[in-house]
């Protein structure tokens, strides 16, 4: 299985100064199509995730531009540009390119 | 609107089954794959089940296998995981979640397992 890994798990922010989240796998995450499946969610105090980037960079419907994700091969980040106060709760990768099983990271969270 | 509502939690005794529902709406369901993914409570996403467009393919974690069986009925737009033999370890909410890329999540279903 895939193993991902975060870091910082604990992150505390500033509001309107950036910040970085870091996610490894322990493999490359390019296919055979050379597609490279990694995601980011977001999942706020008391919701459900909801899913920001796929694919590596692709931001999806409605999700702010301070939310960038980049990386390749095995090192991925998401940064924030400008932190803002909806933004606290806990930031998981999520790995789809070696399934079953999809696996996540352990989770980082970002607080005030 | 993409939609998934997730329902069948509850209260159960170790050892005993539940099947938890996933009624879906706002999109062609018959088209996507369906996700199991759970939560312990404060902890992380751990990926549970997934079964394919037609019910034809499945998969599952380890620590389910044997005891959880995931089907769907699109006549109905609702996936089913099926929960036998739970342990105390399977206390968590349940979100059902579309797509192989996992795009849309409901708001869960919670599972408490204990005597």
């Known amino acids: 299985d895939v193993v991902m890994t975060q870091s910082p798990l604990s992150l505390p922010v500033t509001l309107g100064q950036p910040a970085s989240i870091s996610c490894r796998s322990s493999q490359t995450l390019v296919n055979n199509e050379g597609n490279t499946y990694l995601s980011w969610f977001q999942q706020r105090p008391g919701q459900s995730p909801r899913r920001l980037i796929y694919?590596?960079?692709n931001r999806d419907s409605g999700v702010p531009d301070r939310f960038s994700g980049s990386g390749s091969g095995t090192d991925f980040t998401l940064k924030i540009s400008r932190v803002e106060a909806e933004d606290v709760g806990v930031y998981y990768c999520?790995?789809?390119?070696?399934?079953?099983?999809?696996?996540f990271g352990q989770g980082t969270k970002v607080e005030i | 609107e993409v939609q998934l509502l997730e329902s069948g939690g509850g209260l159960v005794q170790p050892g005993g089954s539940l099947r938890l529902s996933c009624a879906a709406s706002g999109f062609n369901f018959g088209t996507y794959w369906i996700h199991w993914v759970r939560q312990a409570p404060g902890k992380g996403l751990v990926w549970v089940s997934r079964?394919?467009?037609?019910?034809?393919?499945?998969d599952y974690a380890d620590f389910v296998k044997g005891r959880f069986t995931i089907s769907r009925d699109n006549a109905r737009n609702t996936v089913y995981l099926q929960m036998n033999s739970l342990r105390a370890e399977d206390t968590a909410m349940y979100y059902c979640?579309?797509?192989?890329?996992?795009?849309?999540w409901g708001q869960g279903t919670l599972v408490t397992v204990s005597s």
């Open positions: 694919k590596v960079s």
């Open positions: 999520m790995q789809a390119t070696h399934w079953p099983p999809w696996t």
């Open positions: 079964i394919n467009s037609d019910g034809s393919s499945t």
């Open positions: 979640a579309r797509a192989h890329g996992v795009d849309y």
